[in-house]
């Protein structure tokens, strides 16, 4: 079809100017794709940090984890140890203390 059959065409179609109503609904439709964009960036950004957070938690804790497993015995290891005899009645404790760290309070006191 040639230029000028076409803009014969266009010139044949009657304009209609859009109603007050046509016009609000196209512009609440416009306004709203920027917020569904918005929305949908947002969501994505969430899931990311969310992952990125999981990470990092899982990867201090796998760090902990090493750092146990990895440990040397706090008390060394005596020179000629004695033989132990056979558990017979079960475990006895006698003036007892412990605490998790030195900046840390003592959670069993002199237990016997």
């Not at 794709?33 to 804790?61: E, F, K, M, S």
């Amino acid at each position: 079809m040639s230029s000028r059959h076409r803009s014969s065409l266009v010139r044949a179609v009657p304009s209609v100017p859009p109603t007050p109503i046509a016009r609000r609904t196209c512009w609440t439709a416009l306004r709203n794709i920027p917020r569904a964009a918005i929305g949908g960036v947002q969501g994505t950004l969430r899931q990311l940090i969310y992952a990125a957070r999981q990470g990092h938690t899982a990867l201090v804790l796998f760090d902990h984890h090493l750092a146990v497993v990895e440990a040397e015995p706090d008390l060394p290891a005596p020179i000629e140890p004695h033989p132990v005899a056979p558990l017979v009645h079960g475990i006895e404790f006698r003036d007892v203390w412990f605490r998790y760290g030195d900046d840390h309070p003592w959670v069993l006191r002199g237990c016997r």
